[in-house]
């Protein structure tokens, strides 16, 4: 997996309850993506980052939130979950991003449960 | 071929055989294009990728076409084996954005049989 973990692997919680979910990289790639997993949906971008302390949003960012106070760990926050966040989600990396021949390298995946 | 909905397209092969998956992709403007496989319970694998100014790209055991005039794209698998079954997918950079933005195909479903 590149070098990428994530963690935790598995979680279950409560609607409302706040969420943490960690990627940490060996890479030193400088791009750094969430994604989530859905059926009939494919990888959905939720946030990424292009460098420490800069982030921005993607396709889904709403109920969510990023931080990145270190190259290698990206951190993606559920401020209140919600039972639509039950999902699988990925961390991805890339080294350039900017490039349009940039490869994106996948982590293993968390899978949450909202209950 | 790749589709939107629940039912993934489904390929199934036997051990040995070469296996073919297509994916149609959507934007004309698109000039990378990556093959990633997903096994159960695992993140997506890069496989392979290719550029636009490319129409056939060679690994090990796997070769990707380009065909831009019909916006196609397929991955073949030689000598197919047990191993190889997994979710398939292809993905398209178009780029003109401040990042690597891939869009990712819904994904086909391959099942190898000894």
């Known amino acids: 997996d590149a070098g990428i973990t994530q963690s935790p692997r598995h979680k279950v919680t409560e609607t409302g309850t706040p969420v943490t979910l960690r990627c940490h990289q060996t890479?030193?790639?400088?791009?750094m993506y969430w994604y989530r997993q859905d059926p009939g949906h494919g990888l959905r971008l939720i946030h990424y980052?292009?460098?420490?302390?800069?982030?921005d949003k993607g396709e889904v960012s709403d109920g969510y939130s990023v931080s990145r106070s270190k190259t290698e760990d990206f951190l993606l926050t559920l401020e209140s979950a919600t039972s639509s966040q039950t999902s699988v989600y990925f961390c991805?990396?890339?080294?350039?991003?900017?490039?349009?021949?940039?490869?994106?390298?996948f982590g293993p995946g968390t899978r949450l449960t909202v209950l | 071929g790749e589709s939107v909905g629940l039912h993934l397209p489904t390929l199934s092969v036997q051990e040995g055989d070469n296996s073919i998956i297509n994916c149609a992709y959507s934007?004309?403007?698109?000039?990378?294009f990556i093959w990633y496989k997903q096994e159960s319970g695992k993140g997506p694998q890069f496989i392979i990728d290719i550029r636009s100014n490319m129409d056939k790209r060679q690994g090990q055991r796997v070769t990707v076409l380009l065909n831009k005039t019909v916006k196609h794209l397929s991955l073949q698998i030689a000598a197919t084996q047990p191993g190889d079954s997994a979710v398939y997918f292809c993905?398209?950079?178009?780029?003109?954005?401040?990042?690597?933005?891939?869009?990712f195909g819904q994904g086909t479903i391959l099942t190898v049989h000894p």
């Open positions: 991805a990396i890339s080294e350039a991003g900017r490039s349009s021949t940039d490869t994106q390298y």
């Open positions: 890479e030193n790639h400088r791009y």
């Open positions: 980052s292009y460098g420490v302390k800069d982030t």
């Open positions: 934007n004309s403007a698109s000039d990378y």
């Open positions: 993905a398209e950079n178009a780029g003109g954005t401040s990042y690597g933005k891939l869009t």
